[in-house]
């Protein structure tokens, strides 16, 4: 049982990460599509705040590059 709910939560785990991952394809490409940062919380059910940390995230990572 222990093994089976220790694959349970790497499951859940890798379907969460899965699903941050493509939240961040979505803000992005909305983003650079000319989208406003208010349609884009609202496409993705995310808050401003949200939106606009992950591009300045993403837009501190293209300037490491």
Do not use: F, H, P
Not at 18 to 47: C, F, H, P, R, S
Not at 53 to 63: A, C, E, F, M, V
Request: charged share 35%.
């Amino acid at each position: 049982k222990g093994i089976e709910k220790g694959i349970e939560k790497g499951i859940e785990k890798g379907i969460e990460k899965g699903i941050e991952k493509a939240k961040v394809e979505l803000v992005l490409n909305a983003y650079q599509n000319d989208l406003n940062i208010q349609l884009i919380a609202k496409i993705a059910n995310m808050t401003e705040e949200m939106v606009t940390k992950i591009l300045d995230r993403l837009k501190s990572n293209d300037k490491k590059q």
